[in-house]
């Protein structure tokens, strides 16, 4: 079975989690091998990284069910655009690129919504196709 919108929303977040790793590796090379050094940057990054960690996982599997089951592309991609808005918007707060809190709560609200939707959707699915 070919999933090629999970597989096209895969790769995006797949590249944003290595640019995130990259960040917190040029700062580790400074001497910082383990942990955080007492370093703020680094500590951001860090903590951005492992958000991305927790949460992209989630949101793939989402997108891969909801594409498996027979979801209609458009609807698939809607919540993969609004998922990886999300953990985008979240990881440029965490990088000090865009600081503003605002960025933060938004990234966040937008990965549970489409998180929230897209759980909703397998499991009325999957009730509707037991029953």
């Given at each position: 079975?070919?999933?090629?919108?999970?597989?096209?929303?895969?790769?995006?977040?797949?590249?944003?989690?290595?640019?995130?790793?990259?960040?917190?590796?040029?700062?580790?090379?400074?001497?910082?091998?383990?942990?955080?050094?007492?370093?703020?940057?680094?500590?951001?990054?860090?903590?951005?990284?492992?958000?991305?960690?927790?949460?992209?996982?989630?949101?793939?599997?989402?997108?891969?069910?909801?594409?498996?089951?027979?979801?209609?592309?458009?609807?698939?991609?809607?919540?993969?655009?609004?998922?990886?808005?999300?953990?985008l918007a979240h990881a440029l707060h965490f990088a000090d690129i865009l600081p503003e809190g605002k960025w933060?709560?938004?990234?966040?609200?937008?990965?549970?919504?489409?998180?929230?939707?897209?759980?909703?959707?397998?499991?009325?699915?999957?009730?509707?196709?037991?029953?």
């Open positions: 079975m070919s999933l090629p919108v999970t597989a096209l929303f895969a790769g995006i977040n797949i590249l944003l989690m290595c640019w995130l790793a990259l960040r917190v590796i040029r700062i580790r090379q400074t001497g910082i091998s383990l942990g955080d050094g007492g370093n703020p940057q680094l500590q951001r990054l860090i903590r951005g990284h492992g958000n991305a960690a927790e949460f992209m996982p989630l949101g793939l599997i989402m997108l891969g069910l909801t594409e498996g089951m027979g979801a209609p592309g458009w609807s698939v991609a809607l919540l993969g655009l609004v998922f990886t808005g999300g953990r933060r709560a938004g990234g966040m609200m937008a990965t549970f919504a489409a998180l929230g939707l897209g759980a909703f959707g397998l499991i009325g699915h999957a009730l509707f196709l037991a029953l």
